[in-house]
Nanobody
C-alpha cells in the first residue's frame, strides 16, 4: 500500500510557475513509476506526465511538453512537477499516482494508487 500526498498548488498569474510535490509513504517508492494527471471542472481526468522508477526517463502530454518537467528523489520518496509558462487552461486539480507494473504510465487505468489532488488555478 502506498499513500500519496500532493502539495504546492495555488493561484498564479499566466506566465508564472509552480512546483508541485507528491510525497509517498513506504520504502517501496522506487518500485513505482509515477505519474501526474489533472482534471478540470466538467472534464475527464487527463494525463500530464510520467517518470520511470529510476527517474531517467520521462513522458509528457503534448499540451505541456516543453513547459512542465517531472523529476523524482527516491531518497525522500518524492516526485515533483515543475510547471513553467502556465496558462489559464492549465487550471485543474492535479493528482499524482503510482504505477506498480509499467515502466511509464500514460493511462489512468494503469495506476494503482492516487493522491487526493491539489488545486492549481492560473489567472489571465
Amino acid at each position: 500500500q502506498v499513500q500519496l500526498v500532493e502539495s504546492g498548488g495555488g493561484l498564479v498569474q499566466a506566465g508564472g510557475s509552480l512546483r508541485l510535490s507528491c510525497a509517498a509513504s513506504g520504502r517501496t517508492f522506487s518500485s513505482y513509476a509515477m505519474g501526474w494527471f489533472r482534471q478540470a471542472p466538467g472534464k475527464e481526468r487527463e494525463f500530464v506526465g510520467t517518470i520511470n522508477r529510476s527517474g531517467d526517463t520521462t513522458g509528457y502530454a503534448d499540451s505541456v511538453k516543453g513547459r512542465f518537467t517531472i523529476s523524482r528523489d527516491n531518497a525522500i520518496y518524492t516526485v515533483y512537477l515543475q510547471m513553467n509558462s502556465l496558462k489559464p487552461e492549465d487550471t485543474a486539480v492535479y493528482y499524482c499516482a503510482a504505477d506498480r507494473d509499467y515502466a511509464l504510465g500514460y493511462n489512468a487505468n494503469e495506476y494503482d494508487y492516487w493522491g487526493q489532488g491539489t488545486q492549481v488555478t492560473v489567472s489571465s
